[in-house]
Nanobody
Framework: QVLLVESGGGLVQAGRSLRLSCVAS???????????MAWYRQAPGKQRDLVAR???????NYADSVKGRFTISRDNAKKTVYLQMNSLKPEDTAVYYC?????????WGQGTQVTVSS
């Protein structure tokens, strides 16, 4: 069993930055084995969409709406994945969820709220 816990959300003005963190824990698992880690977001009344993903080898993918503004990274020693969000826009307002896949099982965090005011 793997537990993902996000932090770093909050209320910011448009144009500012936030960094989200997601720490993974569990009794017997290797964070390195979580080949795919990702951030998703869900705005009110909308579906949950992929924001960014990173593989164990460091390959990254981003949604078109965040390319050039957001950066995903992972620190295997700290069992943590980050989402650096710059030049935030009101349309980035959503609950952000951490996702990880281990041995074909999907794990989700509880979510952290990001609100960007104009």
């Amino acid at each position: 069993q793997v537990l993902l816990v996000e932090s770093g959300g909050g209320l910011v003005q448009a144009g500012r930055s936030l960094r989200l963190s997601c720490v993974a824990s569990g009794s017997t698992f290797s964070f390195v084995s979580m080949n795919v880690m990702a951030w998703y977001r869900q705005a009110p009344g909308k579906q949950r969409d992929l924001v960014a993903r990173i593989t164990g080898g460091g390959s990254t993918n981003y949604a078109d709406s965040v390319k050039g503004r957001f950066t995903i990274s992972r620190d295997n020693a700290k069992k943590t994945v980050y989402l650096q969000m710059n030049s935030l826009k009101p349309e980035d307002t959503a609950v952000y969820y951490c996702y990880g896949n281990l041995n074909g099982v999907n794990y989700w965090g509880q979510g952290t709220q990001v609100t960007v005011s104009s």
